[in-house]
């Protein structure tokens, strides 16, 4: 297989090879960590969703970054409109005990639905953002918007979400006795192509050379 994206996968081609593109691209970009993203509209309404688009990008500032595409007609998701009305979000780490759940926050539910409530878990009050910490979860991460990229405006864009992180809260229950987290502990569960997952407890250590 061989794809030239300057031809067939441009800003311009059809709807249809961008999902085929993307189908593609998710089966070989894993596993990828997962965002539980809490966020907030202006007038209050609590939303919950999943996104693999995610990663930590700088710890001197700490940055990390949430990629909530577009939907195929074009709309934003309710997890970019409130990010951008608010300037604030919540980032939970999800472990396998969450995985139900988490999978109930990506249903398309219409804009105002609470997920905490559809899925059972629970918001908990953060200390400097208005949107709720995932009480389930043993990571939760403080964030307030840094920056907006946007990708185009058409469906399926890619709008990258820079956030700077203003708190981390960790459960003790997840330790090492180094102060760090213990993977083995933790159990965060990563995103495959299709509607796989994987878990993060076959691990193995590799020193770096010298």
């Not at 693999?52 to 934003?76: E, M, Q, T």
């Not at 920056?147 to 330790?175: E, K, P, T």
């Not at 090492?176 to 407890?201: F, H, S």
Request: hydrophobic share 45%; with cysteine; aromatic share 6%.
């Amino acid at each position: 297989m061989y794809l030239d994206l300057r031809s067939e996968h441009d800003s311009t081609g059809s709807a249809a090879a961008a999902r085929d593109l993307y189908r593609l691209a998710i089966t070989f970009v894993v596993p990828r960590p997962i965002a539980l993203v809490s966020s907030i509209s202006a007038d209050g309404r609590r939303n919950l969703a999943p996104f693999s688009f995610y990663n930590w990008v700088s710890a001197n500032p700490p940055v990390l970054i949430v990629c909530p595409a577009l939907k195929r007609d074009g709309s934003p998701k309710d997890t970019l409109v409130n990010i951008l009305e608010t300037k604030e979000f919540v980032v939970a780490t999800v472990a396998e005990d969450m995985a139900e759940r988490m999978n109930r926050c990506s249903a398309a539910y219409p804009r105002g639905v609470d997920e905490f409530a559809e899925s059972g878990l629970t918001p908990k009050p953060a200390n400097r953002v208005r949107a709720a910490l995932v009480g389930e979860a043993a990571v939760n991460l403080e964030c307030r918007l840094r920056q907006h990229i946007s990708f185009g405006m058409h469906g399926g864009a890619g709008q990258a979400i820079l956030g700077d992180v203003l708190a981390i809260h960790v459960d003790d229950a997840v330790l090492a006795a180094d102060g760090l987290v213990d993977e083995q502990k933790l159990r965060a569960i990563g995103r495959l192509g299709r509607q796989g997952y994987a878990r993060t407890r076959d691990a193995f250590d590799l020193p770096p050379p010298r």
